[in-house]
């Protein structure tokens, strides 16, 4: 992972679902409750450009992962995250909308006229309103709602021109790396 001062254990790999990023680490920040392990950071996204990210967020592989404040905003110093219009809601294993993804494209320049788009993209979750719905009981007892609005999760990445969103496994890395049969000797 990224240098990013989180007292991880060895051998820690963050590779969360969209519903765990809702559900374990962006409600339970939203609802001040406590998060085992403590390894997203808060940052505002905004003063840094996606390539000024690495040891200021948590770095999984060419991911990286912060809470941030909401906000209609979204310029930096060399240019601006614009909504690609793709939005998505996030599902529990019941089914059930825990919380939406919504995705950006990051351009370098001044005007959304005059940008040019990049390789990096940014998916920013938030929770659902109804995701957190206090019970009888505390609505009873004059609690407030809680403004699930405030924060959202981020996973900042850059695409590769020729990324088709599949992985591939070792296996195939290693049967792609192989240019020619003939160089291969196999045993009689």
Sequence with gaps: MGDNNVNVPPGFRFYPTDEELVVHFLHRKVTLLPC??????????YPYDPWELDGKALAEGNKWYFYSRTTQSRITS?????PMGIE??????????????????????EAPS?????????QEYSVSDSAGST??????KGRSKIDYSNWVVCRVYERDDDDDGTELSCLDEVFLSLDDLEEISLPN
Excluded: C, Q
């Design 36 to 45: 085992h392990p403590d390894v997203i950071p808060d940052l505002d996204l």
């Design 78 to 82: 060399n240019g601006y995250w614009k």
């Design 88 to 109: 998505e809601p996030v599902t529990n294993s019941a089914g059930k909308k825990v919380g939406t993804k919504k995705y950006f494209a990051f351009y370098v320049g």
């Design 114 to 122: 005059s940008g040019i788009k990049t390789n990096w993209t940014m």
């Design 135 to 140: 019970s009888r009981s505390s609505k009873r």
